[in-house]
Nanobody, 117 residues
Framework: QVQLVESGGGLVQPGDSLTLSCAAS????????MGWYRQVPGKQRELVAT?????????NYADSVKGRFTISRDNAKNTVYLQMNSLKPEDTAVYYC?????????WGQGTQVTVSS
């Protein structure tokens, strides 16, 4: 069964850091393009950061998070991370782990990140 399970969301203050984790089933982790999206109510889900290709050797970021967020992966744990630094109130959203394999999108259940003073 293909699964993506996020964790690590929460309430933080502006300027704080937070790391999200996404545990993926092995079959998906090794064959899919992996990444992170986010969504706020009333808006479309938007790309935050993704690996380019399934190998995870290079990545792509939304302009709004470049220099602040870093996507990484631990191949031994089948886990993808999103390190978020210098968080801003506009980063508040539900963050979703994403996988793309053979033209099919896979999504986690989402984890809420709230940045507020």
């Amino acid at each position: 069964q293909v699964q993506l399970v996020e964790s690590g969301g929460g309430l933080v203050q502006p300027g704080d850091s937070l790391t999200l984790s996404c545990a993926a089933s092995g079959s998906l982790f090794w064959s899919a393009v992996m990444g992170w999206y986010r969504q706020v109510p009333g808006k479309q889900r938007e790309l935050v950061a993704t690996f380019i290709g399934s190998s995870g050797t290079s990545s792509n970021y939304a302009d709004s998070v470049k220099g602040r967020f870093t996507i990484s992966r631990d191949n031994a744990k089948n886990t993808v991370y999103l390190q978020m630094n210098s968080l801003k109130p506009e980063d508040t959203a539900v963050y979703y782990c994403w996988g793309l394999r053979l033209g099919r999108n896979y999504w986690g259940q989402g984890t809420q990140v709230t940045v507020s003073s």
